[in-house]
């Protein structure tokens, strides 16, 4: 089975233009068939005033399709505490979720300035 009832995911929703803004959702599998995933977790947004990506406090539930290809579903190690992460956005505009402990990832897609 690709994906089991408490996985715990990240949710990347691809850009389809270039002015688009990276959308994430992290949460944790409830039910999966055939493609298809209910998750409850967090919807991270960017802070325009801020330039920064903070998680929303509100609990929402999913359904997600992993087959559809307008998502990138990543499977995290089931001992990260989905309530420690925060993303991260660095001078270069480097996107990094992390729980501030042992997990790290990167998640920038494209990078400004210097080639």
């Known amino acids: ?8 995911v990240l949710v990347c929703h691809r850009r389809l233009f270039p002015e688009d803004h990276q959308r994430f959702f992290t949460g944790v599998v409830e ?4 493609g298809v995933a209910r998750v409850t977790g967090r919807s991270w947004i960017r802070d325009q005033l801020r330039g920064t990506l903070a998680g929303k406090s509100d609990l929402r539930t999913k359904v997600v399709s992993v087959i559809a290809g307008n998502l990138l579903v990543y499977r995290l190690d089931r ?6 992460l925060t993303l991260t956005q660095d001078r270069d505009q480097a ?10 990832m990167d998640l920038t897609d494209r990078r400004m300035g210097k080639v």
């Open 95 to 104: 996107v990094k979720l992390t729980d501030g402990a042992d997990f790290e």
């Open 31 to 34: 039910a999966y068939e055939s």
């Open 79 to 84: 001992q990260v505490d989905l309530e420690q």
């Open 1 to 8: 089975m690709i994906l089991e009832e408490g996985d715990k």
